[in-house]
C-alpha cells in the first residue's frame, strides 16, 4: 500500500491550492466590475454636446446697507454707554423708516482699546473705541435716500452700501434658462445640418447660474455732504444669468 503523504508535503500543496483558488477570484471580481460600466442607456447615435449662455436684466426692487455708530472715551464703560444712547436713536430713526425688524440684523459689537505709541517705549492705553452695527433691508429703493440722511442725522457716523437686490429671482432665472435652451437648440440643428445629419433628443442638461449685482457705493460722504437734501440713490440693473450644458443625439 501506498504510504501517506507527510504533513510537510501537504502544507506547501495547501497553500498553492488557496493561491490559485484566489487568483480566480480575483479575475471573477474584475470581469463582473468591467462588464458592469455601462454606456448611456438609448443612446446609438453621435453626441453633440452643446454649451449656452443667456441673460436676464431686471431693475433692483431692494437694498442692503450697514450702519452703525462708533464711540470713543476714556474709559471702556463710558465709550460702551455714549454708543448705546447714540445707538438708540439710530435704531429709532429705522423704525420710524417702517423698516420691519425681520429686517434689521446686528452684525456686530465692538470694544477696543486706543494705544499711544513711542519709541523705546510699551504702549499706552489712552482711551477704548465702542462700535455697534446693523444690517438692514430695504424693500421701498424709493424711500431709501430719506433712509440714510435719517440714519446719518440721528447718530449714524458709519454708513455702507447699498448693494441692490432683486427679490424674485426666479422669474428672471426663468426667463435666461428658455432664453439658453433656444440658443442650445439652434446651435445643435446647425450642427446637425452642416453634418448631413438630424437631431433626435436632448440626452441631458445640466446648469449653472450667475448674478450680478452693481457694486456698492460707499453713501456716507453723501450724505454729509447734503444734510438738507435727499441722497440720491441709482439703483440700476442688475444681471441674471443662466449657462446651460445640453447633450443631444444626432442620427442620420
Given at each position: 500500500m501506498p504510504r501517506p503523504a507527510s504533513p510537510s508535503l501537504l502544507r506547501p500543496l495547501a497553500?498553492?491550492?488557496?493561491?490559485?483558488?484566489?487568483?480566480?477570484?480575483?479575475?471573477?471580481?474584475?470581469a463582473q466590475t468591467i462588464q458592469s460600466t455601462p454606456a448611456i442607456a438609448g443612446v446609438d447615435g453621435t453626441l453633440l454636446s452643446v454649451s449656452a449662455m443667456a441673460e436676464a436684466k431686471r431693475v433692483p426692487d431692494i437694498a442692503t446697507l450697514s450702519a452703525g455708530v462708533v464711540t470713543q472715551a476714556a474709559d471702556a464703560n463710558a465709550a460702551m454707554r455714549a454708543n448705546a444712547e447714540q445707538m438708540a436713536k439710530v435704531v429709532a430713526a429705522i423704525k420710524a423708516a417702517g423698516i420691519a425688524e425681520r429686517d434689521v440684523q446686528t452684525s456686530g459689537v465692538n470694544?477696543?482699546?486706543?494705544?499711544?505709541?513711542?519709541?523705546?517705549?510699551?504702549?499706552?492705553?489712552?482711551?477704548y473705541q465702542a462700535s455697534n452695527n446693523v444690517n438692514l433691508t430695504v424693500r421701498d429703493i424709493s424711500k431709501l435716500g430719506k433712509i440714510l440722511d435719517a440714519l446719518v442725522a440721528t447718530g449714524a457716523n458709519q454708513v455702507n452700501g447699498p448693494s441692490f437686490d432683486v427679490d424674485d429671482k426666479e422669474s428672471a432665472f426663468d426667463e435666461a434658462r428658455r432664453s439658453a435652451i433656444e440658443k442650445a437648440q439652434a446651435r445643435a440643428q446647425m450642427y446637425a445640418?452642416?453634418?448631413?445629419?438630424?437631431?433626435?433628443?436632448?440626452?441631458?442638461?445640466s446648469e449653472g447660474g450667475g448674478y450680478g449685482p452693481p457694486r456698492p457705493m460707499p453713501m456716507m460722504a453723501m450724505a454729509m455732504e447734503k444734510a438738507q437734501a435727499?441722497?440720491?440713490?441709482?439703483?440700476?440693473?442688475?444681471?441674471?444669468?443662466v449657462n446651460l450644458d445640453v447633450v443631444f443625439e444626432l442620427a442620420r
Open positions: 497553500l498553492a491550492a488557496a493561491l490559485a483558488l484566489g487568483v480566480i477570484g480575483m479575475t471573477t471580481a474584475s470694544l477696543n482699546p486706543q494705544y499711544r505709541y513711542a519709541e523705546n517705549q510699551p504702549p499706552v492705553i489712552t482711551g445640418k452642416t453634418l448631413g445629419m438630424r437631431v433626435r433628443r436632448i440626452v441631458s442638461i435727499d441722497t440720491s440713490i441709482s439703483p440700476g440693473e442688475n444681471t441674471l444669468s
